[in-house]
């Protein structure tokens, strides 16, 4: 595995899957399958580059810039499914905390379905007014395509998460379908009340909703890691779980 931290110069890398070039301002995943339009600034992120057939290929936060994480707060998805490895943790950038989504589904097809293959967090700043400064996706998939932006309404941040997931079904297993984010706003984080929305992402509809996972009061999610099945010979199911982490929120 090849690990590039860019401060400064122009510097490009390129494998079969894209092509990864630094201005000295900004970061650029380029590739037909793994676009990232959101423009990292290079103080914010890692990129891991790796060759044709390794296991991870993201764009993420550093995992050094967080220290605001809190360590006893780690929400993850009931284990409906198990299979594959969990990924490294991708954060938002500092300061940031995560304002919408966008998701990676295989829709159904004539063959083996995977369902929800990656996630991105979009992060933005705490009350800020909804811009994309930043984003989280420890790995970007291997099938389907990327869906829409969902954005919790500006200056809502999400608190939480809840996955749908189908259990085994001694057939073509799909694990993880779709992803709800839970969105709050200050209130809820300085005084508990709850003004909730719910925000649904465009994934596949097998399986059940697992039950909400939420941060405790005064955080807000801040990053994530996914467990992956890697392609094998036979049935494949891709992304299985999620686990997500809560930072501490600016006191008001």
């Known amino acids: 595995m090849f690990r590039f931290i860019a401060l400064s110069a122009l510097v490009a890398f390129t494998n079969a899957r894209g092509t990864i070039n ?23 992120i890692t990129v891991i580059a790796e060759p044709p057939g390794s296991s991870l290929n993201a764009i993420s936060a550093k995992t050094t ?30 300061g940031h905390f995560v304002g919408g989504m966008v998701l990676r589904t295989e829709g159904s097809i004539d063959g083996d379905d995977t369902a929800l293959n990656a996630i991105r967090f979009l992060c933005n700043s705490f009350r800020g007014n909804g811009d994309v400064l930043s984003t ?6 291997y099938w389907g395509g990327w869906g829409r932006e969902f ?14 997931s189908e259990p085994s079904i001694n057939g073509d297993d799909t694990a993880g379908n779709n992803l ?4 709050a706003d200050y209130l ?15 994934g596949t509809g097998w399986g ?30 891709a992304l299985n779980n999620v686990a997500a982490y809560c930072c501490t929120l600016p006191k008001m």
């Open 136 to 141: 989280a996706t420890p790995h970007q998939g």
């Open 65 to 94: 810039v967080r220290t605001d994480v809190i360590p006893s707060s780690v929400l993850t998805s009931p284990l409906v499914t198990n299979w594959g490895d969990w990924t490294v943790p991708s954060y938002c950038g500092a």
């Open 22 to 44: 630094f201005d000295g301002n900004k970061a650029e995943l380029t590739s037909p399958g793994y676009p990232n339009p959101y423009g990292n600034s290079i103080n914010d």
């Open 188 to 202: 809820y984080a300085q005084f508990g009340i709850e003004k909730l929305t719910i925000l649904e992402g465009d």
């Open 208 to 237: 059940y909703w697992t039950g909400q996972q939420k941060c405790p009061r005064g955080s807000a999610l801040c990053g994530l890691k996914v467990q992956i099945e890697h392609p094998i010979d036979g049935d494949d199911t």
């Open 180 to 183: 709800r984010l839970i969105c």
């Open 151 to 164: 954005r919790c309404t500006a200056p809502d941040y999400a608190i939480g998460f809840e996955l749908r």
